[in-house]
């Protein structure tokens, strides 16, 4: 007993030398179901101790990314009256369905004597213990999780080409001569991959802490142009057409939803009960993130109007010094950005798929050949769809719409199958509900944006 109570005592002091950044990175591994986080630079026991305050802080961290940018454009298509109201419900819904989810983790956790369970297999488990006809169907909704998030984060780091991309042709543009920008992210492809080969996770803590400060500074200098000189505000339309809709639910579900950092935060804390219930941590940041980004999209909707373009850095005075030094601080953020998100899909596809086929002493070479493929794969993305706006809600409506709404709902009624759904069945309605909003609005974003991309850059079939 004592032996023990040394070992712990010894790893919170080695813990308390470790930045929350370098804890919290390692807990966002093990919420991915990274067999990585078994190593010594980033132990179980080490990743557990944040404090209420840090894990408040990490909570907003986790909401002020480049989807904040789009929202003005979200209310564009929603109206400024129905933007307001549905990003309020909608984020309510789906941070009520990310705490239906962190509960039946946790008592899987508890009923399973695993309180590290991951994602992936948190779903597998909960579909081995439902409904008798569909428990074969566990391994293939484990392996759906690892191909959403895949997905996602492949998604966010081609959302980020775009957004560098543009940013660059921008200024490009003003200081020396007009060029397309699909010429600019050919030519990131070089400095990406460098960024991309640091193997090793805390070395790109503090690109994360750098990136953290920049946008921090670019949305206060935002903030000073949406409050000079706004328009009348009668010319603003209260609603738009029902068929606009769709992209704004992409577009609100890509900024509010992280479902792997905020399971991590959750595991994280040296207090965990603190963490859910109506007053708990989870709550309280998400309630100034919410704020933020409906106060942020409403004004830069009311700011620029029917103008209000895919990301509000278009619509800042291009001559200006400071606009172009918010367009700076953005395109290196984001750039710094990039190597943490694609790290996830490496630490999934490579350590749980592809090394443990491979002989040892091939593994780096392959590994960097793997890190390699994926730059240039969403350069290549990009390059065919560069719509910062449209790939963003993309992805939204096709990723977090299963891994927020959909995957949460069936993880509900798995866990409940054994024990009832309670008087009425009321938590089967409320599982189902989760599902049928994650598929509708899921399907038309996917659908319509699809559509969109496809109108917009249609593929040339003659040359493949």
Request: charged share 15%.
């Amino acid at each position: 007993m004592k032996r023990k109570k040394r070992k712990l005592n010894s790893h919170r002091r080695l813990n308390q030398e470790l930045s929350f950044h370098q804890r919290l990175l390692g807990g966002v591994q093990r919420s991915f179901g990274s067999p990585l986080a078994n190593q010594a630079d980033f132990s179980s026991n080490k990743d557990k101790f944040l404090s209420d305050f840090e894990t408040f802080i990490n909570v907003l961290k986790c909401g002020f990314g480049t989807g904040c940018l789009a929202m003005p454009q979200a209310f564009l298509h929603s109206g400024w009256l129905m933007g307001l109201i549905s990003c309020f419900l909608l984020s309510a819904f789906v941070l009520y369905a990310m705490h239906i989810l962190l509960h039946r983790i946790n008592e899987l956790g508890n009923r399973f004597e695993n309180p590290l369970l991951s994602y992936q297999k948190a779903v597998e488990l909960a579909v081995s213990c439902g409904p008798p006809q569909f428990q074969f169907m566990s391994k293939p909704f484990g392996y759906l999780v690892d191909v959403l998030l895949c997905a996602y984060h492949f998604g966010v780091d081609c959302v980020y080409v775009i957004f560098i991309a543009k940013s660059l042709k921008h200024l490009g543009d003003i200081y020396l001569w007009p060029l397309d920008e699909r010429l600019y992210m050919a030519f990131l492809a070089l400095p990406l991959v460098l960024a991309f080969l640091i193997r090793d996770l805390k070395s790109l803590v503090p690109f994360a802490l750098v990136s953290n400060i920049l946008l921090i500074l670019g949305y206060c200098i935002i903030f000073s142009y949406f409050f000079y000189g706004l328009p009348n505000f009668n010319e603003l339309q209260a609603t738009q057409p029902i068929r606009n809709f769709p992209l704004f639910f992409g577009t609100v579900l890509f900024a509010i939803e992280s479902v792997g950092v905020i399971l991590a935060l959750g595991r994280s804390m040296q207090t965990p009960q603190n963490f859910l219930g109506p007053c708990g941590v989870l709550n309280q940041g998400m309630f100034f993130v919410i704020i933020f980004y409906a106060v942020f999209g409403f004004f830069g909707y009311w700011r620029y109007g029917q103008k209000t373009a895919n990301s509000v850095l278009q619509n800042l005075p291009e001559k200006e010094i400071l606009p172009q030094l918010v367009t700076v601080m953005f395109a290196m953020a984001i750039f710094f950005s990039y190597a943490l998100q694609g790290y996830v899909n490496v630490d999934i596809i490579w350590r749980n798929y592809l090394e443990p086929k491979l002989e040892e002493g091939a593994s780096k070479a392959v590994e960097f050949l793997v890190r390699i493929a994926f730059v240039i794969a969403s350069v290549l993305v990009a390059i065919q769809y560069p719509d910062f706006g449209l790939l963003l809600s993309f992805v939204g409506s096709f990723c977090l719409a299963q891994l927020g709404l959909i995957l949460p709902g069936i993880v509900d009624i798995c866990v409940l199958y054994e024990r009832g759904y309670g008087p009425g069945r009321i938590f089967l309605f409320r599982s189902m509900l989760f599902i049928f909003v994650g598929l509708a609005g899921g399907l038309a974003g996917t659908v319509i944006t699809m559509r969109t991309l496809h109108g917009r850059f249609p593929v040339d079939y003659k040359y493949y």
